[in-house]
């Protein structure tokens, strides 16, 4: 069983669950809380935005350079919110052989709303009916592009306070971002990210360092309930973004300053002290300016920069800006943009994978790039470092804050396990089916027409999913929905909750609590488990 907690960090049971604090009955804080695994989703077709620009009529280059994005990953009809945190938890848990008994807390981050009562996270609990657990925290939480962060925050908040149990906490951060026809479709995208969250972690939160702004706007916002289309004002949102990285890099930067004088360090913060940079990510072309703004940021605080050489060499003309009044000073921008190419390149074009092949996610944004730079640089390459992130919902929330990397890089350590686990990504996003823009301006026009229609029957062809994507079989007059798994094995049924691993059975951790019984599969077929979104 897992381990109960009794003070903070003290462990009353000899069993050491991986990533629980050490049973050493010191009350202390649980060491290095943070990310333990991470598993990211992203559907099995795209676009191609070089030919999208061509049929939407566009010049060459407004999508693919303006914008810095290559392709964009979309659902069909029988994919949703739902089945995509179900496919991403269900992945995450047998990849790393896992037994859903050993999660005491689970939290959905979205804003790809389909029931204005009922949760995502409830749907995805029948994923838990085999191990018996129903002892779950956490709910859903909702602002944009933040929800996901903050449902991060609160996981790592829950195994920091008296409330833990000595159980892993599960994020899910997923959203379908679809626009009407126009200027903003091809920014949309579609995924799902799923990160355990324990003790002894590889990616460990900087305790004390978050700087976060929260501010009302109406920069983007979706209220017709009838439609999944946002209201945009793309400008507004373009300067709420850049206001708010200000801010809170302002902030997370006092904050570091406050920790090392505590410390005795003397030394002034910049970008240089982070090994890598990440950040949301609606397009591309907004994280390179984003950085540019952040290296702004740093000529602007320092006393004596040195103009003649290094990075700010030929800035001198810019010293007396002031940053609210530059968000478009097209002149500002050029000169950054120009003196932060190294560092660009350096600490912040590798987390781009993902949202230059899929689009932006919405919640799974900043995450999506956090597994691109994990994916692609080894163990001994991360160990030690210092990863920034910032994280940003329209509205507006956001907040920059910090990750340090485990310096054990050593075959078999949290970090190699982490790396291993991503180190294909570039060969899944490769392996996606291109379809062609009529496609997908047809699949549009469909998920338009039917959405939050019931009874429905989806149209989309299941054989074209990954194997073991859950998939939405119907929706009936009630609006209950149903789904089904498709095979990993491509011929076999799955049964929601089972750990289909090689090391399940020796990790698996026998569940305290009776079994509840599986919900009834009125209408699936003998070749799929079934299981629906429960009454209203």
Same mark, same amino acid.
């Given at each position: 069983?897992?381990?109960?907690?009794?003070?903070?960090?003290?462990?009353?049971?000899?069993?050491?669950?991986?990533?629980?604090?050490?049973?050493?009955?010191?009350?202390?804080?649980?060491?290095?809380?943070?990310?333990?695994?991470?598993?990211?989703?992203?559907?099995?077709?795209?676009?191609?935005?070089?030919?999208?620009?061509?049929?939407?009529?566009?010049?060459?280059?407004?999508?693919?350079?303006?914008?810095?994005?290559?392709?964009?990953?979309?659902?069909?009809?029988?994919?949703?919110?739902?089945?995509?945190?179900?496919?991403?938890?269900?992945?995450?848990?047998?990849?790393?052989?896992?037994?859903?008994?050993?999660?005491?807390?689970?939290?959905?981050?979205?804003?790809?709303?389909?029931?204005?009562?009922?949760?995502?996270?409830?749907?995805?609990?029948?994923?838990?009916?085999?191990?018996?657990?129903?002892?779950?925290?956490?709910?859903?939480?909702?602002?944009?592009?933040?929800?996901?962060?903050?449902?991060?925050?609160?996981?790592?908040?829950?195994?920091?306070?008296?409330?833990?149990?000595?159980?892993?906490?599960?994020?899910?951060?997923?959203?379908?971002?679809?626009?009407?026809?126009?200027?903003?479709?091809?920014?949309?995208?579609?995924?799902?990210?799923?990160?355990?969250?324990?003790?002894?972690?590889?990616?460990?939160?900087?305790?004390?360092?978050?700087?976060?702004?929260?501010?009302?706007?109406?920069?983007?916002?979706?209220?017709?309930?009838?439609?999944?289309?946002?209201?945009?004002?793309?400008?507004?949102?373009?300067?709420?973004?850049?206001?708010?990285?200000?801010?809170?890099?302002?902030?997370?930067?006092?904050?570091?300053?406050?920790?090392?004088?505590?410390?005795?360090?003397?030394?002034?913060?910049?970008?240089?002290?982070?090994?890598?940079?990440?950040?949301?990510?609606?397009?591309?072309?907004?994280?390179?300016?984003?950085?540019?703004?952040?290296?702004?940021?740093?000529?602007?605080?320092?006393?004596?920069?040195?103009?003649?050489?290094?990075?700010?060499?030929?800035?001198?003309?810019?010293?007396?800006?002031?940053?609210?009044?530059?968000?478009?000073?097209?002149?500002?921008?050029?000169?950054?943009?120009?003196?932060?190419?190294?560092?660009? #390149?350096?600490?912040?074009? +590798?987390? $781009?994978?993902? &949202?230059?092949?899929?689009?932006?996610?919405?919640? =799974? !944004?900043?995450?999506?790039?956090?597994?691109?730079?994990?994916?692609?640089?080894?163990?001994?390459?991360?160990?030690?470092?210092?990863?920034?992130?910032?994280?940003?919902?329209?509205?507006?929330?956001?907040?920059?804050?910090?990750?340090?990397?485990?310096?054990?890089?050593?075959?078999?350590?949290?970090?190699?396990?982490?790396?291993?686990?991503?180190?294909?990504?570039?060969?899944?996003?490769?392996?996606?089916?291109?379809?062609?823009?009529?496609?997908?301006?047809?699949?549009?026009?469909?998920?338009?027409?039917?959405?939050?229609?019931?009874?429905?029957?989806?149209?989309?062809?299941?054989?074209?999913?990954?194997?073991?994507?859950?998939?939405?079989?119907?929706?009936?007059?009630?609006?209950?929905?149903?789904?089904?798994?498709?095979?990993?094995?491509? #011929?076999?049924?799955?049964? +929601?909750? $089972?750990?289909? &691993?090689?090391?399940?059975?020796?990790?698996?951790? =026998? !569940?305290?609590?009776?079994?509840?019984?599986?919900?009834?599969?009125?209408?699936?077929?003998?070749?799929?488990?079934?299981?629906?979104?429960?009454?209203?």
């Amino acid at each position: 069983m897992y381990s109960a907690l009794g003070k903070r960090g003290v462990v009353h049971s000899s069993y050491r669950m991986p990533g629980s604090a050490p049973a050493n009955g010191e009350a202390t804080w649980p060491k290095d809380v943070g990310v333990i695994a991470l598993e990211i989703y992203f559907p099995s077709q795209y676009v191609d935005q070089a030919e999208l620009e061509q049929f939407d009529g566009v010049s060459a280059g407004k999508y693919t350079v303006g914008l810095g994005q290559a392709r964009m990953g979309f659902c069909s009809d029988c994919e949703d919110i739902n089945s995509l945190c179900l496919t991403v938890v269900q992945r995450l848990m047998e990849r790393n052989g896992l037994s859903y008994d050993q999660v005491g807390r689970l939290e959905v981050g979205t804003e790809t709303i389909i029931d204005k009562s009922k949760s995502v996270k409830t749907v995805v609990m029948q994923l838990f009916e085999e191990s018996g657990n129903t002892d779950v925290e956490g709910i859903d939480t909702t602002n944009a592009c933040y929800g996901g962060t903050a449902a991060l925050f609160n996981a790592v908040n829950w195994v920091e306070s008296s409330s833990w149990d000595g159980r892993y906490a599960l994020v899910v951060a997923g959203d379908i971002a679809v626009y009407a026809t126009g200027s903003a479709r091809p920014t949309g995208g579609a995924g799902a990210i799923a990160m355990l969250v324990g003790p002894n972690a590889p990616l460990a939160f900087d305790r004390g360092l978050r700087g976060t702004h929260m501010q009302h706007a109406y920069d983007f916002y979706k209220p017709d309930m009838a439609s999944e289309y946002p209201v945009v004002d793309g400008k507004l949102s373009i300067e709420c973004y850049l206001s708010a990285l200000d801010r809170c890099y302002s902030v997370y930067r006092n904050k570091i300053h406050a920790q090392w004088q505590k410390e005795g360090v003397d030394k002034r913060f910049s970008l240089e002290d982070f090994g890598y940079m990440v950040f949301h990510s609606p397009y591309c072309k907004l994280v390179q300016k984003s950085l540019a703004r952040l290296v702004l940021s740093d000529f602007l605080n320092h006393p004596r920069p040195n103009t003649e050489t290094g990075p700010f060499s030929g800035l001198e003309a810019f010293r007396e800006v002031k940053p609210e009044e530059t968000y478009f000073n097209r002149d500002v921008e050029k000169a950054f943009m120009k003196a932060s190419t190294e560092m660009f #390149d350096q600490k912040t074009k +590798a987390s $781009l994978l993902v &949202s230059n092949q899929n689009g932006n996610m919405y919640t =799974p !944004s900043v995450y999506g790039c956090l597994a691109s730079v994990i994916a692609q640089h080894t163990p001994q390459h991360l160990a030690g470092q210092r990863i920034g992130l910032f994280s940003y919902g329209s509205g507006f929330a956001a907040t920059l804050y910090s990750l340090r990397v485990s310096q054990d890089a050593t075959p078999g350590s949290g970090l190699d396990k982490l790396c291993a686990s991503l180190c294909d990504l570039k060969a899944r996003l490769d392996s996606r089916r291109k379809v062609s823009p009529a496609i997908f301006a047809e699949n549009m026009q469909l998920r338009e027409e039917t959405h939050h229609l019931a009874p429905y029957a989806p149209q989309g062809a299941v054989e074209e999913l990954f194997p073991g994507t859950w998939y939405l079989t119907r929706v009936d007059e009630k609006h209950r929905r149903e789904y089904s798994r498709r095979s990993l094995n491509d #011929d076999l049924p799955l049964e +929601a909750g $089972l750990v289909n &691993s090689t090391t399940a059975t020796e990790q698996h951790i =026998p !569940s305290p609590v009776k079994k509840m019984p599986r919900l009834p599969a009125s209408t699936a077929g003998p070749e799929a488990v079934t299981v629906s979104n429960g009454d209203h």
